[in-house]
């Protein structure tokens, strides 16, 4: 049953077997490794290990296996084989008798499995970035939808100056751009072949590599046996993107949680992403974003573990390798999970443009924009920011905002002020100042979310 044993006289006992076995979780592999048979008995008739006969019916018996295989993922993982490659091989062996014996001339399981794995990171990496793109597409919606609503925007998670809720939105569409992009950058470097560099030295048998490429749909072979058995940087890249992308995805989802709770009440989310309490009817908790906040730490977990695993490693194939898997299987799928429900929150969210914009007004979020007033009455910066802080003191002693102080006021911490002051630290002005790229004014974030439909367009 093993794909080795001649050299040994007793088998492993089952603690070693159970410890050893990695089919539990690389069944996910099946797809990709009978892929990846199918080709190599293709390059073994080509270099005239197998006839033309011989290696159709492997290719058939290949193609019947995949068709069988299919939806059948928890039968494979508990059928008590070693690995994937072990299962596909009895089951050929099974299908074709000893014809099957031949297909692992010149392979090594140590090629095999990085070709398998980097096909099923392509592959997954490949529906995230749709996935990505779509929750940009439900953030632009949202930016549309809600163009004109003032939010107050924060630093220290204080009231720091008012800002669109549209620009909020495009904020985090400009994240989800660089983790479309880290993503493709990795789906691009690791579309490399490792299939016939053996077990480390290279094969020995004169199999064109570039075709074999070619035929698993990578752009070119890899150019090292040693690197091609022992690189595991794909896992790597993916699980970076991944960590900083739930980064982003955590980011959001606070943001969320702190406009939907009862303090802020600026958001309301939809019934379908909330759930509710067991003892006290009236809650209705952001569950969905908290679980996305809370994923985030699996999928750093999965980052770390990967580099630790690797670091010091002696070229080349080691098994500690396997332990490379179940932290990939478990954080692209999370990572895709977390981008759905992400987007199921912000198409159902409804905005309270009231209390975004009383908030807005609230907290002397203007008073940059009077130090700005200040400066264009000649006066400089910093003397300016003093004197707006004296007038915030005051006006915070009369519980008002800074617009509710009388000129009389103003005047006597700052003769300069005049009573065009007023137009000035209204809301809409504060915002509409912020024309220069990238700002928070209508013009720019209107241009923000033009730019991003024309490079979807294209
Ligand atoms: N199950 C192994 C893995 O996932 C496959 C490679 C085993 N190679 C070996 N020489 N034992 O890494």
Redesign the pocket.
Known sequence: MALWGGRFSTGPDQAFKQFND?LPF?YQLVEQDIVGSIAWAGALEQVAVLTREECKQLVDALHSLLDESQANGVEIASSGYE?I?SYVEAKLIEKVGDLGKKLHTGRS??DQ?ATDFRLWSRQTAQQIVVALKSLQGALVQLAEREFETILPGYTHLQRAQPVLFSHWCMAYVEMLTRDVSRLNGAIERLNECPLGSGALAGTAYPVDRERLAEQLGFDRATRNSLDAVSDRDFVVELLSCASISMMHLSRLAEDMIFYNSGESGFIELADNVTSGSSLMPQKKNPDALELIRGKTGRVFGAFSAMMMTLKALPLA?N?D??ED?EGLFDALPTWIACIHMAESCIKGVKVNAERTLKAAQGGHANATELADYLVAKGVPFREGHHIVGQLVQIAIEQGKNLEELALDELKLVCPKIDSDVYPRLEIAACIAARQALGGTSLPQVREAINTFKQSIAD
């Open positions: 990695s690389d690995d490659h399981r140590n499995v194939y098994k390798m396997q898997k």
